[in-house]
Nanobody
Framework: QVQLVESGGGLVQAGGSLRLSCAAS????????MGWYRQAPGKQRELVAT???????NYADSVKGRFTISRDNAKKTVYLQMNSLKPEDTAVYYC??????????????WGQGTQVTVSS
């Protein structure tokens, strides 16, 4: 009932920037928390940043000061601006959205993932 489409990943040199987008669609009544997670090869998926419906933001310590999460409620889209990228930021990035559907059910939905590769 909820679809997430991610875009914006790619290959960038260390120190560069990328902007990820994740658009939600489907039977959505409202969107609660939105966030980004990442998973590097051989590692567990980890939180990168989250933003609540009220605008409260949480970042992983490793990205504070470099990444910025934002959301456009009218477009049902969450963004992740990534600056000063480091090789250790290389991972598949997933968006995550908690949605209240038009059938008054909550769905915790994941995007398909987008690859971010930072070369040294």
């Amino acid at each position: 009932q909820v679809q997430l489409v991610e875009s914006g990943g790619g290959l960038v040199q260390a120190g560069g920037s990328l902007r990820l987008s994740c658009a939600a669609s489907g039977s959505i009544l409202s969107i609660n928390a939105m966030g980004w997670y990442r998973q590097a090869p051989g590692k567990q998926r980890e939180l990168v940043a989250t933003i609540s419906s009220g605008g409260s933001i949480n970042y992983a310590d490793s990205v504070k000061g470099r990444f910025t999460i934002s959301r456009d409620n009218a477009k049902k889209t969450v963004y992740l601006q990534m600056n000063s990228l480091k090789p250790e930021d290389t991972a598949v990035y997933y968006c995550n959205v908690m949605v209240l559907s038009t059938t008054f059910s909550y769905f915790n939905s994941w995007g398909q993932g987008t690859q971010v590769t930072v070369s040294s």
